[in-house]
């Protein structure tokens, strides 16, 4: 599967109705757009947009634990994170959020699972 496979995959898993019924904050979940393939001109359209290198694939804007968010860097399997990419996980678990790297659809599935039923301990 490719990357863009499993993400797809991921948002397929959260729509259904037995996991949607049980965490309805799902629907909050979002992809970033963050890189573009379409030409120079879309590049340079893009990034004057504020379109940014390395920033994490995927949102899930609802705070658990001690977290405000939760960042995913979706990779396929045996897929690398650049240098870009892990610069902004680390800015932005240092500034509060939750980050993972998910290697496939059900790791995933199995960190935004983690992230919801986090506790908060304040």
């Not at 359209?45 to 504020?50: E, I, P, Q, S, W």
């Not at 290198?53 to 405000?68: A, K, N, Q």
């Not at 939760?70 to 980050?99: P, V």
Request: charged share 20%; aromatic share 12%.
């Amino acid at each position: 599967m490719t990357e863009y496979e499993h993400q797809k995959a991921v948002f397929a898993w959260a729509k259904q109705p037995s996991v949607h019924s049980q965490y309805p904050q799902l629907s909050l979940l979002f992809h970033i757009k963050n890189e573009t393939k379409e030409g120079v001109k879309q590049v340079a359209v893009d990034k004057a947009a504020g379109v940014k290198r390395g920033v994490p694939d995927l949102f899930l804007p609802v705070p658990s634990g001690e977290h405000h968010g939760l960042f995913i860097e979706m990779k396929k399997t045996g897929g690398r994170a650049s240098r870009d990419q892990i610069w902004w996980l680390e800015h932005l678990k240092a500034n509060g959020y939750a980050c993972a790297i998910c290697y496939g659809w059900k790791q995933a599935t199995e960190v935004l699972l983690w992230y919801l039923n986090l506790k908060k301990t304040m």
